[in-house]
Structures are given as structure tokens and as C-alpha cells.
């Protein structure tokens, strides 16, 4: 069975990728310096000249672009190319402010496909596989992603795209499908409705999935793994860098193997914005070595992590990424205290729960006010209300010391949470909409 999609970069020495990273990066800020007058100003008003960056180490003196820049220069003015050389756009699911647009020329998509076509095979996939995705296909980035990653490793694709899952779960059964792609949440959704229509966990053919664009916890994955008797594998991306496929687990599922030969990788302090050593948890920043559309240079992407370099079984060497430990801007502070939504879920899923669950903070007089809505699975419930009321109880004292500070514990009747057939929506904080 093929172990890479392509090993000669997937397992490529670090000197090797450093020597690519070199070459690339020079060419890149020359290119980003003459077509892209934005970051030209960037640099000037920083007193840096593109003969100046000799070497990937050079890339500390770059200034970095947010998501103002981008918000800022919208629709055109990253772009890196002329549009009429540009074969796609994508656009991120954001909801406030203006979305954030990337172009892509065709090199830019197989580029990106490749790097979708590594997380299958990473994930165990061959031509041999039918691969499900019902991540969205549209402005997301998900559907064509995995979809064009599919087409490459020669699997039998299924373009789903997301929601109808009555429909999904009779192309799953009839076709066999083996790979699933989608959401984590739409996946312990579909877990869900396979188990309400009589099927167990061994009736599907499914053998691995491939899930991401949204956090989700260990527990999350242990949950899902056993609803669908699958192989659950986190992917990571985004749109400004490209989309699913920025980095991707492999059977060691042990964090995720970032492609370096595309991507150039650096972890800040979000504060200060200095570079961290590798190993220490800060903000990721990317920046595209060879993207022509959209090449965006030290990229913040807000996501907090961690890097390792330690060996991998799968013979990889391409660095590592945790999960994204939260989001600089999806942390809550509630009543002074730090909170993640990926530690509620922890306690949740760890209690028994279903991954079915919903945030609300608010501000009533002054004082934050934190409620946590779960499903209770239907073997849970009792009519003694005494008992219900220890379980909110028990859950509470878990929250409690999971997080320093306890919410108040609403149990709700199945199915009672809307489900999410993309990004699942956790946490609502009433907070920002008076503000
Ligand atoms: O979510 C791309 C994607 C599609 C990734 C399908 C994986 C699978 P955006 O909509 O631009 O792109 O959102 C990017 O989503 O900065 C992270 O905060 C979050 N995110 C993406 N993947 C993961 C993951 C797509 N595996 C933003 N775990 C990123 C946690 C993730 N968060």
C-alpha cells in the first residue's frame, strides 16, 4: 500500500527542506516586493529591502499582515498576480466585518490539491478508497480541498458537499464509502443518525476520516471514532494560506505534519509578536513560499499552538503542529478568567456526554453570566428529578475544576441543540452584541 503521496518531500531531509525553503522564500519577497504594492509599503516603512532576505532565516525581519490587512486591502490589493491569470476564488466562512477573499491560479490549486492529496494518503487512502466529502463545496474551502485531494490519489470521490444526511448516509451505505470527509461535528452528527436508524458502528464501510476546520478534542475524536468504527485524523488550514491540507496527521495521530516545502511556519508570542523556540505554545504564523495568487507573507493566524520536531513512527519529517489549543480571539474571559470552549467539551465528553452543547455568556448588572447547555443521551434520563439535578450538580464541580469557575449546567432533552452540518457554533456571547 502507498505509505506517502509523495515521499520524497514528505520524508525529505531538513537540510533538504531548508535548501527548498532557501531558494523559495528569496524568489518569493522578490516577486511579493514588485507585484504586490501593499506589502511593498509594508516593507519600505519598515527600512526592509527584498536583497535583504538572503535565506528563510531572514524572514524575522518581514513585517507581519492580520486580517485587518487583509480586510484592508480588500477585494485586490494582496493580490500577486493578474487576476486574469487567476483561475479561482475562495472566501472565508467568517461572519463579521468583510470576508476574507484568496486567488488562486491553477498552479495554486494543484499545489493545494497535492497537499489534500498527502492527508489521504496520510490518513491510509489509496485508489482503491471511496471517499465521502461532505465538507461544503462553494466560497469554503473545504469541499474542493479534499475533493480535488481525492481526485489525485485516484479514489472513487462522492462531491456531497455538506447537509441532506438522509441522503448522505444512503450514499455512505450503498456505495460503501471508506473515507469520510467533513466537520468533526457533522461527523458525530452523522455517528448520531446512523445509530437512530438501527446501524452499529460495523455496518458501514468506512475505515478512516478526515476531520477538521473546526476545533475539536481528544475526546471528541475517541467519541467519534467509536460511533462510525472508524480512524479519526485532524487536517488544518485555512483560506488565506490555501485551505485544508496547511498540515495533516498521519496514522501516528500524534499532532499534525505541516507542509514545509509550501508553507514556512513560525510560533509568536501574540503579544509582543517575537519569535518563540519551537516547542513553546504561541500564535502560528504562515507564510505561502510559493503561491502565486494570494502570497501572503508572516501570516497571523491567531491559532495557539504548539511545534515538534520529534522523530515521527510514519517516517515523516516534516514539523508538527498540536491542535490548535484555542484561538487568541476564541478564548472567553468570563468573570476574569481565561475559558476555552475545548475544556468544556473535555469535561463533557469525558462525563459521558455527546459533544451536543452550547456557550452562552452574557453581562446582566455587571456581572458575567455563563451557561452551559448539554444534551443529556437518552440512557441518562431519569424521572426522579433528584437525580437529574446531581448530574448538573457532578457536572458542575467538573467544570468547576477544570476551569476555576463554575456555569450554570442546563441538562436538555435530545436533540434539543441544533446540529451543525458544517462549523458548529459553541459558544454565543451576548457580551459583544451590546457592545
Ligand atoms: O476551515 C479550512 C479547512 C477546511 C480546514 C476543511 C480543514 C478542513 P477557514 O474557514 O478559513 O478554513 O478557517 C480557518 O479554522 O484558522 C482555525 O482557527 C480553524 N481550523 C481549521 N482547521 C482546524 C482544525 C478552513 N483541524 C480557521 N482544528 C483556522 C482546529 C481548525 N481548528
Not at 469554503?140 to 448522505?168: A, E, I, W
Not at 490555501?242 to 503579544?271: L, R
Not at 504561541?282 to 493566524?301: A, H, I, M, N, Q
Request: aromatic content about 8%; proline content about 5%; charged content about 30%.
Amino acid at each position: 500500500m502507498r505509505k506517502y503521496y509523495q515521499p520524497e518531500i514528505e520524508t525529505a531531509s531538513r537540510e533538504d527542506i531548508i535548501k527548498i525553503q532557501n531558494e523559495k522564500i528569496v524568489k518569493q519577497v522578490q516577486h511579493v516586493y514588485d507585484c504586490v504594492p501593499y506589502y511593498r509599503n509594508l516593507m519600505d516603512q519598515k527600512g526592509v529591502r527584498p536583497e535583504d532576505i538572503r535565506s528563510i532565516e531572514d524572514i524575522k525581519k518581514l513585517p507581519f499582515l492580520t486580517k485587518d490587512d487583509l480586510r484592508d486591502s480588500y477585494p485586490h490589493g494582496l493580490l500577486g498576480t493578474d487576476l486574469k491569470n487567476c483561475v479561482r476564488i475562495h472566501s472565508t466562512s467568517g461572519t463579521t466585518g468583510k470576508r476574507v477573499v484568496a486567488f488562486y491560479t491553477q498552479k495554486d490549486v494543484d499545489m493545494w490539491e497535492e497537499c489534500c492529496a498527502r492527508a489521504i494518503v496520510a490518513a491510509g487512502g489509496t485508489d482503491e478508497d471511496i471517499c465521502q466529502v461532505c465538507y461544503g463545496y462553494g466560497l469554503f474551502t473545504g469541499g474542493f480541498g479534499l475533493h480535488g485531494g481525492s481526485h489525485k490519489v485516484g479514489c472513487l470521490t462522492l462531491p456531497m458537499s455538506s447537509g441532506n444526511t438522509d441522503r448522505q448516509i444512503q450514499f455512505m451505505m450503498d456505495m460503501g464509502a471508506t473515507i469520510l470527509c467533513c466537520t468533526p461535528s457533522y461527523a458525530a452528527y452523522i455517528g448520531e443518525s446512523l445509530a437512530e436508524r438501527g446501524y452499529k458502528p460495523e455496518d458501514n464501510k468506512l475505515k478512516a476520516g478526515i476531520f477538521g476546520a473546526e476545533p475539536w478534542t481528544e475526546e471528541m475524536r475517541r467519541s467519534i471514532e467509536k460511533s462510525l468504527g472508524i480512524k479519526a485524523y485532524d487536517i488544518y488550514g485555512l483560506t488565506e494560506i490555501s485551505g485544508p491540507g496547511v498540515a495533516y496527521e498521519c496514522q501516528a495521530q500524534k499532532g499534525m505534519h505541516i507542509n514545509e516545502d509550501h508553507f514556512y511556519v513560525e510560533v509568536i508570542n501574540p503579544e509582543t509578536g517575537e519569535v518563540l523556540p519551537e516547542g513553546e505554545k504561541g500564535e502560528l504564523v504562515f507564510t505561502s513560499l510559493d503561491k502565486e495568487g494570494f502570497p501572503l507573507l508572516r501570516y497571523r493566524t491567531k491559532d495557539i499552538c504548539i511545534l515538534s520536531r520529534d522523530k515521527c513512527p510514519c517516517g515523516r519529517t516534516h514539523v508538527r503542529m498540536t491542535k490548535p489549543l484555542g484561538r487568541s480571539d476564541d478564548m472567553m474571559v468570563i468573570r476574569g478568567v481565561n475559558v476555552f470552549p475545548s475544556q468544556i467539551e473535555t469535561v463533557l465528553l469525558n462525563a459521558g456526554y455527546t459533544p451536543n452543547y452550547q456557550i452562552v455568556v452574557d453581562r446582566v448588572n455587571n456581572t458575567d453570566t455563563f451557561d452551559v447547555y448539554i444534551e443529556f443521551p437518552k440512557e441518562m434520563f431519569s424521572d426522579k428529578i433528584s437525580e437529574m439535578q446531581k448530574r448538573e450538580q457532578d457536572l458542575k464541580t467538573a467544570m468547576k475544576s477544570m476551569l476555576g469557575i463554575s456555569p450554570r449546567i442546563h441538562l436538555m432533552a435530545p436533540k434539543t441543540i441544533q446540529r451543525s452540518e458544517g462549523k458548529a457554533v459553541r459558544v454565543i456571547d451576548k457580551r459583544k452584541l451590546h457592545e
